[in-house]
C-alpha cells in the first residue's frame, strides 16, 4: 500500500486546511486509517483516526471539535478538515494505514505510511 498525502501549506491562525491521503496499490476500504502529526523536535503524535468502515472517528483531545476525518472509500482517500487553526498546530502531518478495521492512537499499529505534508499556521 502507498500513501500520498497533499494538502498541507501555510495558512494564518483561524483559518482551515484539508489534508488529502491517497491511497494506491491495494484497495484500503477494510483499514484503519490514522493521522499523526510531528512538530519540530517533538515526537510523533496522534492527532485522529477512522475505522474502515467510516463508522467510528477518533482524535485527539487537542483537536477534538476543530479536526474532522473522514473516508471516502470508493476513492481509496482519507481526509482531515482542519478549522479553527492554531499556531501549535504547526507540524508535518502523515497519514497511515493499518491492516485490521480498528482505529489506535499508537503509530506502531499501523504498517503503512505516507511521505508527510506540512502545515504551518502563523500567529
Known amino acids: 500500500v502507498q500513501l500520498q498525502a497533499s494538502g498541507g501549506g501555510l495558512v494564518q491562525a483561524g483559518g482551515s486546511l484539508r489534508l488529502s491521503c491517497a491511497a494506491s496499490g491495494r484497495t484500503v476500504s477494510r483499514y484503519a486509517m490514522g493521522w499523526f502529526r510531528q512538530a519540530l523536535g517533538k515526537e510523533k503524535e496522534f492527532v485522529a483516526g477512522i475505522s474502515g468502515s467510516g463508522g467510528n472517528m477518533y482524535y485527539a483531545d487537542s483537536v477534538e471539535g476543530r479536526f474532522t476525518v473522514s473516508r471516502d472509500n470508493a476513492k481509496n482517500t482519507v481526509y482531515l478538515q482542519m478549522n479553527t487553526l492554531k499556531p501549535e498546530d504547526t507540524a508535518v502531518y502523515y497519514c497511515?494505514?493499518?491492516?485490521?478495521?480498528?482505529?489506535?492512537?499508537?503509530?506502531?499499529?499501523?504498517?503503512?505510511w505516507g511521505q508527510g505534508t506540512q502545515v504551518t499556521v502563523s500567529s
Open positions: 497511515a494505514a493499518r491492516r485490521y478495521s480498528d482505529s489506535r492512537r499508537d503509530s506502531s499499529a499501523y504498517a503503512y
